[in-house]
């Protein structure tokens, strides 16, 4: 059973589709971690132009949706209710291996430092048990 649904996660940051990157958030500890899963489906509008014939999911994308996995983190805070989270900063991107439709993303993001209204967090992308991608992300909340 999921914490929250898609639509629940709306309710907390502003992306809408095609842009919504996660489906649920499964774990959250408010301004310190949360878990969120995201299938991927053939029917992605991405995968129209992103290597026809071999869909590969864009790792811009998957970076993309930990971020969105850590803003619900930071946005559940008390302090930041209703705010914007921005991008600010990607550094240590990797990406270890290619995420395909069927795959079932879990993205993890632990937010490691908070300084203000600035925060960093480390997050991983798994399938199943290997990591897909991997990447230390700052957020600036607006």
Partial sequence: MSLYTAQEI????????????????????????????????????FFQGHFPGNPVMPGVLIIEALAQVGAVAMLSQPDFKGRTAYFAGIDKARFRQKVVPGDVLLLETEIIKVKGPV???????????????QAELTFSIG
Avoid: Q, W
């Fill in 119 to 133: 925060g960093v967090g480390r997050a991983v992308a798994k399938v199943g048990d290997k990591v897909a991608a």
């Fill in 10 to 45: 709306m309710d907390i940051i502003p992306h809408r589709y095609p842009f919504l990157l996660i489906d649920t958030i499964e774990e959250l500890e408010p301004g310190t971690r949360a878990l969120g899963r995201k299938c991927v489906s053939v029917n992605e509008p």
